[in-house]
């Protein structure tokens, strides 16, 4: 079983950046993926990274400013967020996903199997 652990949250200004960290072990076995969820909302695909960093993919919302990597060796991801707005306003969760035969990426929340509890993001405008 995987227990992913996010930090890095926090309260920040428009225009600003942060980085989010998730840790797990066995991590490295996984697809991870970060969502994130505002109040009122149903639970949103952000970015996820396949087990050999070799596919990515990023919601439309996020592309160009959120950048998602992992160390496997660290059993570790992360989530670059750049040029933050108040719309990112959220509590990011990290999820791992078990892998399949293709390696590919997951998008859907039905698709990833551990979720973290997750961090708050709240951008000040």
């Known amino acids: 079983q995987v227990l992913p652990l996010e930090s890095g949250g926090g309260l920040v200004q428009s225009g600003a950046s942060l980085r989010l960290s998730c840790a797990a072990s066995?991590?490295?076995?996984?697809?991870v993926g970060w969502f994130r969820q505002a109040p009122g909302k149903e639970r949103e695909f952000v970015a996820a990274?396949?087990?050999?960093?070799?596919?990515?993919f990023y919601a439309d919302s996020v592309r160009g400013r959120f950048t998602i990597s992992r160390d496997r060796a660290r059993n570790t991801a992360a989530l670059q967020m750049d040029s933050l707005k108040p719309e990112d306003t959220a509590v990011y969760f990290c999820?791992?996903?078990?892998?399949?035969?293709?390696?590919?990426?997951?998008?859907?929340?039905?698709?990833?199997?551990?979720w973290g509890l997750g961090t708050q993001v709240t951008v000040s405008s």
């Open positions: 999820a791992a996903a078990r892998i399949d035969s293709y390696g590919s990426v997951k998008i859907g929340v039905d698709e990833f199997d551990y």
């Open positions: 066995g991590l490295s076995d996984y697809v």
């Open positions: 990274i396949s087990r050999a960093a070799t596919g990515i």
